[in-house]
C-alpha cells in the first residue's frame, strides 16, 4: 500500500525523520507492504512539493541547498497546499509558539479537515487544544499520534495498547532533561542553581533562554498530554499547578541528602489533578534517574507501578517514535482497507 | 465476537485471570465487541466442561468446590478434549517440569495441532522448544502468546511493537525477584546469603526449594524467551551460560560498595550469547533496582537505552498480561475475520 506523507518543518527531528525512513523503507515494504512516499517537504519559507515522491537521498544531500532543487516553490504555506495534494498522512515537526500553539496548530487543523491522518512531535497544540484537535481527529475518522511529544522514543502513550488487562490510575514523571541534568549535578557536586543551569547550558543540554524548562513548562506541557491519553482526561496546560527549580539551594538538597531522600522535579497526575513541582524521593525509589533521562511511573490497578525510562529528547530519539507511529498507521489504514 | 477459552491450570495465575476476566467481560464486550466465553477449565483431575459457557460467578463462588459442579467430570485430560470442544484460545498456566516442559508442552503442542490460539504463562515450553511450538505456530495459522512467561504484567515482548521505528541490538534485565531480593537484603544490611534467604522464604518470596531461583536458572529460562522474541534468535536454555548467586559472600559486596558499585544478578542477551551471571553495576545505574523487582534494559540503535521496571511476579500481574495477550488476540481476529 502507498502512504503519502507530507512533512511540515525539517530541522532536526524532520531531517532525522527523513533519515531513518530513507534508512528502513525497504524493510518497511519487505515486511508490512508499505511503501511511504514523502510528496511535500514545507519549511518556513517554501516548500518542496513533488507528487511521485521526493528522492530522499537527493532531499538529504547535505551539499545541495534544498532551495535549489527544481521542484522548490518559494513561499508557499501547508496551510494552502493540504487540500490540495494527495496526502495521507501529514508529519508535524515545526517549532511552537507555547502560548498559541502556532503554526502547528493550524497545520494539523488544516490537515484534519482534509481526512488526512496526523504524527505530530509539537507539543504545543496538544497541551492547549487537546479536546479541539481529538474532537476533529474522530469528526473526520483520522488517526491522530504524537509519541515524540513526551518522552521521545520512549512508549509513554503507545504503552497503553499493552497494558489492556490492566488499568492505568496515576501517573508520576521526570519529563524535562534539562531540569532533571541540573539537579543531578546540584546533587551529585553540591554546586548551586546557577553554576549548574550554566553547564547545562554549555553542554547544549539547556536553551540559551530556559525559562520554559527550569520553570516547569515544558514539564508540565508534556504531563498534560500523557495524562489526557493515558487517564483519558481533558485538562489543558492552564490546569496545572506549576513550581520550578530555580529556587531550589545547595542546602535544601544537602538537607534532603542526610535524611536519604533527593529533590526530584516530577510531574504528578492523580486525582484528577496536575501538579509539577519539585519533590522529595526516596534514593532508592525507580525515580531517582540521573542526568538528561526521563522517567514515567504508571500505577496500575493490578501489578502495581510499571516504570519507563529512557532519553527524552534527540533527534533521532524523536524520529523514532515518529518512524514508528507512521508503520502502525500504516498497519491500521491496511486492515481497515 | 465470540471468543471460546480453554484454561489449563486453576492454580494462582489461572485463577487471577479468572477474576480479571469477570471484572472486565462487560466492558471488553461493550469497548471491544468481543465476548469472552469460557467453556472449559481443566485441573490436573479433571475439568469442568460446558460448550455454552461456565458461569465465573459460579466458578469463582470460594465457599464451592469446583468438583462438586454438575458439569465436572473427574479423569479427563486435555490432551483427549481439545479436538472435540469449539475452543478458540487455550490458556496454559499449569506449572512446568524444567527439563521436559511437560504437561505445558504437549498442551501447546495439541492446542496448535487443532488451529487453536496459545497464551502461555509456562516457561518451560519457550526456553526448551521455543523453535518447534513457534514453527508448529506458523503453519497452523495460530497466535501464540506468552507476555505473562517473563516479567508478569511489565510489557517485556509486546514492546516490540511499540519500537518499530526503532532497533533493538542487546539486553540487559533482572528477571528474578527472588534474587534480587536476596542480593539486595545482603547490600542493605550486610547480612550474609543464608540469612537473606531465609528471610526471602519467610516472606514467601522464596521457594522452599529454591535452587531454580539462587542457581540462575529461572532467570536463564526468561532471559531465553526475551532474546528469542526480541532479538529473533532460536536459542534454548542449554544456549546460556549460567551462574547463580548462592557464592556470594558479604565480603565481596562490600568491596563493591566502597567503590560505588553494587552486585546484580544480571541477565544479558548481546553478540548471539546469552549469559546469566553476577556483575558489578555503578550504583547510579538506572539497572540497580532494590526489592523483587524485576528490570529490563533494551540497547536500541536509535535511542540509547530503554527501560523497563515492574513487579516480575504475582497472580493479579500474571494474570492481567494474560488477559492483555487475550484481548490483542480477539482484536487480531476481528480484524482478519
Not at 62 to 68: C, L, P, V
Not at 244 to 264: C, H, M, N, R, W
Not at 272 to 301: A, M, W, Y
Not at 303 to 322: K, M
Amino acid at each position: 500500500m502507498d502512504v503519502k506523507i507530507c512533512l511540515i518543518g525539517m530541522g532536526v527531528v524532520g531531517t532525522s525523520f527523513l533519515q531513518l525512513l530513507k534508512e528502513k523503507e525497504e524493510f518497511f515494504e519487505r515486511k508490512f507492504d508499505l511503501n511511504f512516499i514523502v510528496n511535500s517537504v514545507f519549511e518556513i519559507d517554501g516548500a518542496l512539493i513533488k507528487e511521485d515522491g521526493i528522492d530522499l537521498k537527493e532531499l538529504l544531500n547535505k551539499n545541495k541547498n534544498i532551495r535549489n532543487l527544481p521542484y522548490w516553490k518559494n513561499g508557499v504555506k501547508p496551510i494552502d497546499f493540504m487540500s490540495k495534494l494527495a496526502i495521507n498522512v501529514c508529519i508535524e515537526t515545526t517549532p511552537t509558539n507555547h502560548k498559541t500553539g502556532e503554526p502547528g496548530l493550524s497545520h494539523i487543523i488544516e490537515a484534519l479537515k482534509n481526512q488526512i491522518d496526523v504524527i505530530s512531535s509539537n507539543k504545543g497544540p496538544f497541551y492547549l487544544e487537546y479536546e479541539k484537535i481529538k474532537n476533529l481527529a474522530k469528526e473526520n475518522n483520522c488517526i491522530l499520534k504524537y509519541e515524540a511529544t513526551v518522552a521521545s522514543s520512549v512508549p509513554t502513550l503507545s504503552i497503553r495498547k499493552n497494558l489492556i488487562g490492566n488499568e492505568i490510575l496515576s501517573i508520576k514523571a521526570i519529563l524535562n532533561g534539562t531540569n532533571n541534568y541540573i539537579l543531578s549535578r546540584m546533587t551529585a557536586e553540591n554546586v548551586n542553581f546557577a553554576f549548574a543551569l550554566n553547564e547545562a547550558q554549555e553542554f547544549g543540554y539547556a536553551e540559551t533562554d530556559p525559562t520554559l524548562d527550569i520553570e516547569g513548562y515544558d514539564a508540565a506541557g508534556k504531563l498534560v498530554i500523557i495524562a489526557n491519553d493515558l487517564l483519558g482526561w481533558s485538562k489543558s496546560i492552564n490546569d496545572v499547578k506549576i513550581e520550578g527549580i530555580s529556587k531550589i539551594t545547595p542546602q535544601a538538597i544537602e538537607l534532603a541528602k542526610s535524611e536519604d531522600y533527593v529533590i526530584k522535579h516530577l510531574g504528578i497526575a492523580e486525582s484528577n489533578e496536575l501538579i509539577v513541582e519539585p519533590v522529595l524521593i526516596e534514593k532508592s525509589s525507580p525515580l531517582n534517574i540521573n542526568g538528561t533521562l526521563n522517567v514515567i511511573e504508571l500505577q496500575t490497578k493490578y501489578a502495581g507501578p510499571i516504570i519507563l525510562i529512557g532519553r527524552g529528547a534527540g533527534g533521532f530519539e524523536a524520529g523514532s517514535a515518529i518512524i514508528n507511529d507512521l508503520v502502525n498507521i500504516g498497519i491500521k489504514r491496511q486492515t481497515k482497507s
